[in-house]
């Protein structure tokens, strides 16, 4: 397959940036953790809010939730300014399809390293969660760590699209503060979403991200049931798949044009 010639390319590209990836992979999720999980999260259960987490603690609610949002940061942060550096900036995806490349090969090519930077991203993260008693199984773990991979696909191939169509960075301003941010802080994450007026709450479950957040929960804290675990993975390989097919037709209409 021509888009595995890409392998060096993305290889010296991580090489580059791995060391500058550590305080987002590691040492943010400790701080995190340890302010809200366990500083938090003290109040949280001493107040016997327990109930209203589904009986579980504080730090297992919110480890979980935690993971599937990094997931989602890491890719839509892949998947905005690099993207759009390659078209306009840095014309790389021109010098790649005037070679044997096709178009697709360099779509498939880019987001098998995005599936890279997530993959390394969310292991260490799902370590720092072991290290917090968080994971209570390396079944649920290793499910976990597939989940966040898929929640941040179901993010990167309808920014691929979105970044494909732009021709300078003023989109994304509204991409963050409309998109991201919200998303981040109505995920569930942190709180139960059946707090919110019902009409935010069901616009939450329509977001990839909130089913990333209840899955990996599900899974690492031992309480995944097999119908439930298939309605989350259903829907966000819907988002992958629609994303996947406005992506590769962005690319196409920009770079065969």
Not at 77 to 97: H, N, R
Not at 98 to 122: I, N
Not at 150 to 176: C, H, K, M, W
Not at 219 to 232: D, I
């Amino acid at each position: 397959m021509l888009a595995l010639r890409q392998a060096d390319y993305w290889a010296t590209v991580y090489r580059r940036v791995w060391r500058g990836t550590v305080v987002t992979s590691f040492v943010l999720p400790v701080l995190y953790l340890a302010a809200i999980g366990v500083g938090l999260g003290h109040y949280v259960d001493d107040a016997g809010s327990t109930a209203a987490l589904g009986g579980l603690s504080y730090l297992d609610y919110v480890g979980p939730g935690l993971l599937a949002t990094t997931a989602m940061q890491t890719a839509v942060g892949e998947s905005t300014y690099p993207v759009l550096a390659y078209f306009v900036w840095q014309k790389v995806y021109d010098a790649m399809i005037a070679t044997p490349l096709r178009v697709r090969d360099v779509l498939v090519g880019h987001l098998g390293y995005v599936v890279l930077r997530l993959a390394t991203t969310c292991t260490v993260l799902l370590a720092v969660l072991a290290l917090f008693g968080i994971v209570h199984s390396v079944a649920g773990g290793l499910g976990a760590i597939a989940v966040a991979v898929l929640v941040g696909l179901a993010f990167a191939t309808p920014i691929f699209a979105f970044s494909a169509r732009q021709e300078n960075d003023s989109g994304y301003a509204l991409l963050y503060r409309l998109g991201l941010i919200p998303m981040f802080l109505f995920s569930g994450a942190f709180f139960p979403i059946s707090q919110l007026p019902a009409a935010i709450a069901w616009l939450a479950r329509l977001t990839p991200v909130w089913h990333g957040v209840e899955l990996c929960r599900a899974l690492t804290s031992g309480r995944a049931t097999v119908l439930a675990a298939l309605g989350h993975v259903g829907y966000l390989l819907l988002w992958v798949v629609v994303g996947w097919w406005l992506a590769e037709r962005a690319f196409r209409r920009r770079l065969e044009r």
